[in-house]
Structures are given as C-alpha cells and as structure tokens.
C-alpha cells in the first residue's frame, strides 16, 4: 500500500466502478500496475498459494490481440482487465481472492476505478486471450480506467437492483464467543475497526456471507462462511469463497495501518454451528 495513504479511508470509499473514462492510462499508472502484479511478493497468499494476474489493454472492448472480451454490457469503456487466474480449489480461490483484493485498493489508491466480476464476464473469450496453464482457471476480472465524473444513470441503477449500498448490520454477522451471541461494537476492543472493514467489503451480489466470531478472550477472529443456496453452481467454483478471501485483505489492511499485529491461521475452534448454511470454518487471525 501506499505509505501517505490510509488504506481505511480508501476501503470506506471504494466503489465498484463500471463506467469510465475514454482516457488512456498514462505511463506511470500503467507503470506502477505492470510493477504491482509482477511482484511475487504481491501474488502469494498467507499460507504460500500463488495466483497470477494478466493486464490486458483493450480498445473498443478489442484486445491488442483482436479479441472481443465481454461483460454483457455491464461495463463501459475501460482501459484495462486484470484478469485473475488460480487453481479451483478452496484454499487457492481464497488466498488467490486475497491478494486480488489487495490489487484492488492499491488500484483505488491510484485513483483508478474497479469493478469485481465473477459471473458477469465471458470466461470463453478471456480464456482465449490468456494463456491458461495446466489447472488454472479464471475466477474473477475487474475492469480499470479513470472513473467517469458524471455516473451513468444505468450505474446507479444497478447499485440499486443488487442493493450495493445496503449492508447488514452487526448483530446478523458477527459474533460473540459463539453464534449464539451477537457481538456488540464496544465489545470488539481494538478489532471494532478491521471488523467493521469487513462488513464494509464488497462481495458477490452483495449477498455478504461472511460470518465471524471473535473469540473469548479477543485473541482470535475466527472467519465462517455462511452460503447462499445454490449460489453459483452453473460457474463450476464457489463464487462465495472468494468473498472470504476479500474480507480477509480489508480485516488484514486494517490491522496492518492500526498496527496490530497478527497473522491467519487455520485452526478450527470447534464452535456450535448455528444452521445448515453456516457449514464452514474458513480462517482466523490470531494475535502475535
């Protein structure tokens, strides 16, 4: 991240962007991105699962290589994809989601726009545009360019249709020791803040299936997901784990700028699940 910025800040205000400028990046946004995603530092997850992001500039929604990439009409003249590859599997969708988040606020930071995408996109035509290595797969791309000033009416609608800026509260995502108490805001201690970064953070429909209990002794913050039935099968991977993986950059950028010092583990703590859809134990950050 960038060191005169507060990551925080950027988070609260980050917005997904899908209409855009016609400008062209200039030579030292492109510069500073080709940098970022070549950077193996900026592409391996907590527990060592690497990803790669590809940068393909297009004309016209025409890559270089005469390639139509589509988004269904969703997005308007962006400059670039990050088009995000990885392996299908639970842990490499979720680091993978991780470091493609953190892309995504140092994009913002730049003054770029982003768009997450993971349905809304032809993986056909990015997937002949790049390259796929043996197991890799595409799960997620987000356009980029200069935000355009004036929003497009057909923008703030479909904010609206997927309810972008209604997140829920608290007491129905994060918990208390267990899921049988909500967790109370002056209750949160010194993660009150990177929680509320997590509730914050954008995922997928804006459906939020984040569930976190803070545990007893407010070491720990144990991350569970909480799927929304029969939510992205047609797609062949768990859309929802990448969600997961979001909230862990905004919950880990929030402690990186407060100084608190910690790391993720993998260490289920056995807590009674509240119903059939909260299936999974996912992640904790542990106190150092």
Not at 104 to 126: A, D, H, K
Request: glycine share 6%; net charge negative.
């Amino acid at each position: 991240m960038s060191n005169d910025k507060s990551a925080i800040e950027t988070m609260k205000y980050r917005q997904s962007i899908r209409a855009y400028d016609t400008k062209k990046f200039s030579e030292i946004d492109y510069k500073r991105i080709k940098e970022y995603i070549a950077s193996e530092d900026n592409l391996i997850g907590p527990f060592g699962n690497k990803g790669r992001i590809e940068l393909v500039q297009i004309t016209n929604n025409v890559s270089e290589k005469g390639i139509k990439l589509g988004t269904y009409g969703f997005i308007k003249n962006p400059q670039v994809y990050l088009v995000g590859l990885c392996e299908n599997k639970k842990y490499s969708l979720l680091e993978f989601a991780f470091t493609f988040h953190k892309l995504v606020i140092y994009l913002t930071e730049l003054g770029l726009g982003t768009c997450w995408m993971g349905g809304t996109f032809s993986r056909n035509s990015f997937e002949r545009e790049i390259q796929l290595a043996e197991g890799e797969f595409i799960p997620c791309i987000t356009p980029s360019g200069y935000p355009q000033q004036k929003q497009r009416v057909f923008d703030k609608a479909l904010r609206y249709v997927v309810k972008a800026d209604n997140k829920k509260p608290w007491d129905q995502l994060f918990f208390d020791g267990s899921f049988a108490d909500p967790l109370d805001k002056v209750n949160a201690a010194q993660f009150e803040i990177p929680i509320e970064m997590v509730r914050l953070g954008p995922s997928a429909s804006n459906k939020q299936p984040w569930r976190l209990v803070l545990s007893e002794d407010r070491q720990k913050c144990h991350f569970y997901i909480e799927h929304t039935p029969n939510y992205s099968t047609r797609l062949g991977y768990d859309m929802q784990i990448l969600d997961i993986g979001i909230t862990m950059a905004q919950f880990e950028l929030a402690c990186d700028e407060l100084e608190i010092k910690g790391r993720w583990i993998v260490a289920d703590p056995g807590i009674e699940l509240p119903n059939s859809l909260t299936e999974e134990y996912m992640v904790s950050w542990t106190l150092d």
